[in-house]
Structures are given as structure tokens and as C-alpha cells.
């Protein structure tokens, strides 16, 4: 069986981290300050130690995931402790707070503590989920073979639209200058590839244009204009020879927009494995700042 | 109209030659029909693609003739208006128009794209497919947020801490100051002072100093001089060590039991036998039985209680006589105003903070009944309530007037008493106020003799007649001790819910006022245990105790006094 980041070692992290929370569940059961519990008791004091640690731990991931030399386990490994620990560290750190809340530093830190953490959450489920939409999606081809695909179907397109009418060969023409994959940061995580959408509607089009009586105006589709054009153009002057070359025109471009789609859903799940590590790695950092601000304020008012 | 069409060649690798043409026309035609002017054999050209007309002085107009727009500077267009020196882009040609020469009215110039800067060209037009490669990063941001949290985190609270002036800015302002570092709310009092951390926090790094806590809490005692007892704890312990504050409205003082078990549990050992308390770690299997504060009294009459520990036959001595079960009779005391039944509350009113009950005021409470009327003839005549001098001053005042005013019915007295004294009657002669006064006096003292020993002060006090002791008659000092336990604090004001018998069953039946109606230990034990108790009030020691206890020490002026 594959084993994912998740049952990495028999879950070895996973039980570590159970571990953890449970000594910490009990520890804070059996401990009575006297007080109200309170980051400023000795459990207070071990649990956010503990914590402090923990975050720094999980920060040099960053680090161990760069340093393809070291022999210090594997990176996945590291990546499994890496999850487990850090989900262990809610727990943790919410005992270390005693559930006191309010509006200051402690508590900013304890939300974009948590903020790491669910962002880190929602990059497991596109790491244990995307990989494999991606393969799926690519068919067996990479990106690049699929781009050099798209090149050529647009030069075989031009020239048998070229065969075919010059109002067609523009319509072709503009279709190519249409068809922009990849874009902003917004654009890769809808997966719009920008191409001519209508493309496919096409067919439907020239369905309805044999089901309906021959010389009726073709239907006022809301597709683009490059259907219109060509719709347009079957229905007033096409001979045989031109509607054959149309529809093998068409199957082309039905097959560049399929290839299109494809690599802009390729450019979509590489953006959302990736766009969590956004908010997850600057989060963290600032974390880590409010962290020491926690810390130093904690003991300056001692 | 004449165009120029400079044609740049490329020879080799550096050289470049030029191929000029003159083209007549209105405008330049563009596209891979081979009538265009300019023929661009190129499957990206449409046959017809473009057309552009000079405007004349230096101005084009570019129009498309295609539905897929003209790349024009950079951008697709269908009709645009440019100046010299813009560039138009089809396939692989490049078409500049220039500022026409002297003898031309409009100029192009047409050059090839050569294979490495197409592929340039289309690298640098190609949209981002990976995130990596649009605006958004992880260094700069990360960046921004530590330096922000930091800078508004820690270091501005901390210039608001060493610099007043950048304070009072701040407090002005919705910008963070030290009060983003409370890491609770404040104990209700500590709140009029709350927006100054450095009215407790005086020193970076340090903790609460115990001045900061005196500063205020002057006259705070202390709970046991650690010069005398052998004790780090007590020595050691900072107002903070029990005291935590930003624990909220109820957080500031703990009633944790092991603050006084944890030394209290083995303190004679602690001490090295210094301390005589015994060791007491928990109220409801831990403690011992309770000392009470009985009534006594010193050789030369002052009031000196004794403590001892209650036991259940333990006689108390207030030299009062009452006996409470002829008082409590359910069906009632023949009253002057009738028939009455007495309750406790008849006698026993609390206090005006509740704790403790008012003292027993002859006046108001038995009065009512026991007058203290001296003469059958003046039946509405009586003594105050007060000590015998007082007394025995009244009744040698009542009949001395008497005497001497005469007209006192009492066939034992001598004519002159009580023959009554008409107007214009002769005053009385020296030997008759002589004999009326005599009498007075024996009057007087038989009246005494029978209050004290008779019916009226001998009810419920301990009367000695005069004697070679004591020239004048002697009663007993009265009094309860008021407060039975000093070394704990009860309230009944905390026990209303309570019958006054739940507690002081014994009274309903007490027929001596020797009988101590206080109850011991084991009664509160009934319903408080200790911290851990089940079922009962958990009851830690601070219930009852106080820490700050020292009869003598307060913390300001230090324990090492």
C-alpha cells in the first residue's frame, strides 16, 4: 500500500503526537493552581515552553526541506512529524492558555498561531488530493508536451482555415490571440484558460442548423463571435468541400480547447498545492514575531 | 501619395543592409495577398490583415481588416492613431513607421524577427502559470508581518514603558501600547489604577515588588514573624506568590487550602518547635477541636477570657443567672401587657454588619418584666439598672424627700413622716427632720436589702451582702464573651438560611446559664468539610482564618522588625 505523509512510519508522529496530547489532557486535569488556570502557573509555564518550542521545531521544516544534504530523516518524515505535531500544538497551546482570551498581544498570537495551522491544515488535503488529479489530468503528457501540442494544432489550424475562407482564417487568427493559459494569481486558480470557450458550442450549433429547416436564420447563440462568423458562414455560402474542411476546422479547435482546459486545470491544481504556503509560511513568520513579542512582554511585566 | 518601404536585410552577423521602395498610394495595404503592398508570406498574416493611412505631419492610422485585431506597440488593436517610430507586429515581421523623408509623404520600415527573439518575444508575452511567477511572494510578506508584529507588538509598548511622553501619545491613540501586553482582566480594585502598568510593574524583568503592593496596602499585617520561626516560605513569599492578579474580578485572592496546609501540615517540625499551633492541614479530618473563649475574670476584677478547648460538658461562668427553658415556655410568659411567648430573636438580634448578636440590654429586653420597683406605696418607682452606688443613691434620695415632705402612708412610720404637711404649716423643727431623716435612711437600706437579696437583683445576679470584705453591697461581674472564637471569623449573617436551634439546640432546655450553648467543631462539620470535601461546603481554611493575622506586624513596616 502507498504510504502518504499521513501513515508515514506506521503513523509513528501521529501516535507521538497523541502522545503528547494526552500527558498534556492529563496533566492539566490533575493539576489544580489553586486559581484559575493560567499560563503564569508551572504547568503554564511547561506547557508554553513546550509550545515555544514546538513552533520553532515546526519553522525549521522550512529549513530541512531545502537541505537536500542532510541525512537527519527523510523529508517525509519530516513532513509527517511536521503535520502531526503541529495539529498537537492547538491542544497544547490552548492548555498553556488556561481558555483565558482577551485583546491583546497573547491572544493575537494564539489566533495566527491558529491561522498557521488551518492553512497548514487545507495544504495535507491539497497535497493528499491534488497529486493525483493532477496525473489524471495530464494523461501521461507534461505541461510542455501539451503546450507544443497547442503550438502546432494553431499553425494546421491556420493553414486549413486559410484553405477554407479568409474570414476564417481571422476568426482562427483571433482565437490563437485569445488563447492565453496561466495569467494572475486569480485567473490560475480558476483554471480559465482564456481561449474561445464557444468552441464547443459549435457543434451544438451546427446540430440545430440540420434539425431546423434549411435557408432559417441560424439561432442567435450568446456564444462568441467566432461561432457567429462561422455559423454565419455555413449557413450562407459554404460548399461541401468547405463544410468538410469546417468541421475537421472545428474538431481541431475542439481538440486544442479540451488541451487548453486541460493545462489551465494543471496550472489550477499546481496554484492551489501552492497558494496555502502564501498565507501558511508569512503567517508563520509573523507568528514567530508575535511570539517573541509574547514572551518578552510576559517577563518584562513580570 | 508616396510611401517609403525600407526593407532592412540581414547579411551575415552584424551586417545589416537596407532595401528601399516607393510605394504610391493612399494607403499602405498589409497582408499575404499579393497585391498588398506589403506582402508578408506568412500563414499568421491574413490575406487582407491591415491597412495604414498617413494623417500627414508624422501621424498613422492603423486600422485592422480582421476580426483577430492588429498587435500594435505591444497591444491588440482594431484602429489606432500613432506618431513615428511605432511598431507593428505580424508573424515574424516587424513593421516600424518611421518620420518620412524629404521626398516621401509617409516612410515604413519592414524588418524579419529572427527565430531567438520571436521565441523572446513569446517568453515575454506568455502569462504566468505558475504562482512563483506572479506578484504574490512569501519572503515579503513574511518580512512585513514580523517587523510590523514586532515593531507594534513589543517594541513601541516598550518605548511607552521607558518613555512617558510616547505613553500619554499612545493612550491617545488606537496604536498599541503596553496595555496590548495584559495578559487578563484586573482584579475589580486594581482597576482605578489599571491604564498604569507601572504602578505595580515598577522594573523591566523583575517581579512585582512587595513596595508596590504596600504602597497602597499600608497597614496590611503580616502572618508570623519569620525572625522567629525557621521558615523560607515565609521569609521568602512575595505578596505575588499568593496575590496574582489578571486572573479577572475573582482572581486575586486565593482561597487555595495548601497556601496554609503546605506549611501548616507539619509546622512544628518546620519551626523546629518554635510554633505551639498544632498542625492543621484540612478542616474537615485535619483540624482540631475548636478553643473557646470562655469569660473570666482577673484577681483585680478586669476581664480576662480564658481559651480552652471545647468539650461537650464545658461550663462557661458570665456571673449572669438566666435559665433559657423557663423563658422559651411554648405557651408563653404572664406579661404586664399579657401573655407572651419568647423567641431567640426576642433577646438575640444581630449586629448591624450580622456577624455577632447585639449584647443583652437589661432596658429593652427584660425590663418588661423584671422591674425594679422598691415600693409598694410608689409601685411606678424604681432603680436604674446600674451599679450599686448608683442605686443605693437613688433610694437614700427617693425616701430622704419622703421623710421630710411627710404624708407617707406606712403605719411603721413616725408621725412626722406621715403626718402630710399642709400650706402654711410651720417648718419642721431641727428635732423632727432629725427622726424623718433617720427613718429615711433605715428606709433605704431596708429597700436595698430587699432589692438585692429579695426580688429584684439577686433574679440574675450574684449578690454579696456588705461585709468586712466590702463596705457596700458587691455584684458579681456579668459578661459573655462577645466573641466566642477570636481566632476565626464567623458571621451569622452568612448562616441566616439556618434555625438558630440547628446550631444552639442545647438553649431550648438549658436550665443553667452556665451551660455553654456554643457549639464545637463537630456542628460545622456537619455541613463544611474541607477543600476536598464531597457533599459538604468546601471550606478552606481562608474561610475562616485570615492570613494577615499579626497582632503586632505589618508588612510596610517589614516583617523583620
Redesign the interface.
Known sequence: MHESILTHARSRYLWVSLALCAISLALYVWHDPGMTPNGGTWLGYTLGTVAAALIVWLMLFGIRKRSYSTTLGSTRGWLSAHIYLGTALILIALLHSGFQFGWNLHTFALVLMLAVIFSGFFGVYAYLRYPTLMTRNRENATRDAMLDEIGEIDQNALALADGIAPEIHGVVLRSIENTKLGGGVWTQLRARDGSDIAIARIRAALQQRSNTQIGAKPVALQAGQTIVAMVDFLAGHADDKQSEAMRKLIDMLSRKRALATRVARDIQYQAVMEIWLYLHVPLSVTLLAALIGHIVSVFFYW | MRWLIRRVLKKGKNSISYEEDTHYGEMLTIG?ASDQAIFLPD??A???HARVTSLGSGQYRVESL????IRVNGE?TYAITVGAGAVIEIGATRLTLIAAPQDHDAAVEVAAIDKGEQAFIIALR?????????????RW??????????AF??LL??TS?FVPVVDTLLSHSPL?S?A??????LDAAHRHFGDD?KAC?QN?????RDTACTSCHANTKAHADPALFNISELGDARCGTCH?D???ER?MV???Q??CSDCHADLTARTEGASQIVDISDFGDAHPQFHVNLPGWSADGEFTPKSLPWTAGLRENSGLKFNHLAHLKADGLNTPDGRKTLSCASCHTPEPGGAAMKPIAFESMCRECHQLGFDSLAPEREVPHADVAAVVYTLDEYYARRGLEGGYADARAPIVVQQRRRPGSPPLSRQEQVEALAWARDRAREAARTLFTGKACVTCHSVAPPGPANADWKIAPVRVSGIWYVEAHFTHARHETMACADCHGDAETSKASNDLLIPGIDNCRQCHGGATAQGKVASTCIACHDYHRSPVLTLDTGAKK
Open positions: 499575404r500563414i499568421r491574413a490575406l487582407n480582421i476580426i483577430a485585431g491588440i506568455k502569462k504566468p502559470t505558475s504562482l512563483s511567477q506572479t506578484w504574490i511572494g512569501k510578506p513574511s518580512w512585513v508581518g514580523f517587523v510590523t508584529v514586532l507588538g513589543l509598548p516598550i514603558h498599541p503596553t496590548a501586553w495584559e495578559t487578563g482582566e502598568c510593574h523591566a524583568f523583575l517581579m512585582v496574582k489578571h486572573n479577572g482572581g486565593s482561597t487555595d495548601r497556601l
